[in-house]
């Protein structure tokens, strides 16, 4: 890829988590990070909403299809490892467990609405 193209393709990606993000808000969710970094990997948007801690992926591309076939299994697992070291750091409660998160993805193609998918993992 040239360097034009991995400009244009970076802010594809920056605008496409900022639509993911107001698509989110309009949706109820109280935004509670975007850009989450650790050691172990990246979460794109972390979100609460009536319980639930939701770990957010933004995949941005052309289909729908080629948006998530871009979920490679390495991906998801650094994801929830990143999931689980912020539940640790910011979660000061005891009683978590599975029934408390959720890994969902939003899918951005041109000219469409976002796609949300819930518990996608």
Known sequence: MTGKKKIKAYYFGKVSEYIAVVFLFFKGYQILETRYKTKVGEIDIIAYK????????????????????????????????????????????????????????????????????????
Do not use: C
């Not at 990143?82 to 009683?95: G, P, V």
């Not at 408390?100 to 193609?109: E, K």
């Open 50 to 121: 009536k319980g639930y801690y939701v770990f957010t992926e933004v995949k941005a591309r052309q289909d729908r299809t080629a948006a998530l076939n871009a979920i490679s299994q390495h991906q998801k697992n650094r994801i929830s490892r990143a999931a689980e070291t912020f539940m640790q750091r910011k979660i000061k409660t005891k009683d978590l467990n599975r029934s408390n998160f959720r890994f969902d993805v939003i899918v951005i193609t041109p000219l469409k609405w976002p796609v949300h998918i819930k518990d996608a993992w």
